[in-house]
């Protein structure tokens, strides 16, 4: 039973909406794993312009045999909006990255993204919870993964920002979803902080600074990206020369899709 050759009247369909389209990995991900599973399931790309993005979905409710989506930019913010109920890291987070019709083509949405960090973390032997956590970087990664580690119940997060005002936002809200975990912002220091996590954009291109002073690690880190390309940052790169354990970039990925296939009930026949 093939996902991508053999579809028949049975096959249920699956999506991945974005726009521009050209660049969405999901389908590529997961018709393979359909395939080798043998799953009758295709997942398609959808795409999607904003302005027109409630027809699509009324459209898409209304195909009884379109199971959900993985959901990625522009749409996240605004398909929460449009669900009839949102998972808790959604509704904190303030953003899906999957959305699923259940029996009544109720439109269900939750966010993915931090969940995938940690699962990711875990599969590589990397415990969060009670663990002292620094994290660099208060944009859109930042946002999931500081909800879903304090999910995870690390022992104290320190939350570093370029721009301060978004680390004092996104601590604040996290201190108040998760009032039992210690919540701060601070320097890129982790004097006290067992895990370092790089979620800034910072590293993805030659010439970028790193995102903390190479000379603050300690050989008892562990240095965490989540930056895909390049896999070696020059951050891990420093991180490896002093000593320091390490997780790439790709785990968050790979275990977000797990999850993601888990939510769209897709990875079973
Ligand atoms: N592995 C995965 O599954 C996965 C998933 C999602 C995203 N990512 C990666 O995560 C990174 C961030 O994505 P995002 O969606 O969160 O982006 P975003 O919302 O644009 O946020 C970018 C963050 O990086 C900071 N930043 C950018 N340049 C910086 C610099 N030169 N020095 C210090 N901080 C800098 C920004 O600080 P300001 O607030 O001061 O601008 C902000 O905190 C990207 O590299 C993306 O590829 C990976």
Redesign the pocket.
């Given at each position: 039973m093939g996902a991508t050759l053999d579809i028949t009247g049975k096959t249920r369909v699956f999506g991945c909406i974005a726009d521009p389209i050209d660049h969405v990995r999901a389908p590529m991900v997961f018709n393979p794993i359909f395939e080798a599973r043998g799953i009758d399931a295709v997942m398609v790309p959808v795409h999607v312009a904003p302005d027109r993005l409630e027809t699509a979905i009324a459209g898409l409710k209304a195909q009884l045999n379109f199971g959900g989506m993985a959901v990625t930019v522009p749409h996240k913010l605004r398909l929460m909006e449009l669900c009839d109920e949102v998972g808790r890291q959604g509704r904190l987070v303030g953003a899906v990255n999957a959305v699923k019709f259940d029996a009544g083509r109720r439109m269900i949405g939750d966010n993915f993204?931090g969940a995938?960090?940690v699962a990711g973390m875990r599969a590589e032997g990397h415990e969060v919870t009670g663990r002292a956590v620094l994290q660099?970087?208060?944009?859109?990664?930042?946002?999931?993964i500081a909800f879903a580690l304090a999910d995870a119940g690390v022992s104290r997060l320190v939350i570093h920002?370029?721009?301060r005002s978004?680390?004092e936002e996104l601590a604040a809200a996290v201190a108040s979803a998760y009032p039992a975990v210690p919540v701060s912002v601070g320097d890129a220091d982790p004097d006290g902080c067992d895990i370092v996590i790089n979620?800034?954009?910072?590293?993805?291109h030659d010439g970028?600074?790193l995102?903390i002073d190479g000379g603050l690690l300690r050989s008892d880190l562990l240095i965490a990206?989540?930056?895909?390309?390049p896999e070696r940052t020059k951050l891990l790169d420093v991180a490896l020369e002093k000593g320091c354990k390490i997780q790439y970039?790709?785990?968050?990925?790979d275990h977000?899709i797990t999850l993601i296939g888990e939510f769209l009930g897709c990875l079973s026949a």
């Open positions: 993204d995938g960090f660099l970087g208060a944009g859109g990664a930042g946002r999931a920002n370029r721009t978004k680390a979620t800034t954009s910072s590293g993805l970028d600074p995102p990206e989540i930056i895909m390309i970039g790709r785990h968050m990925l977000q």
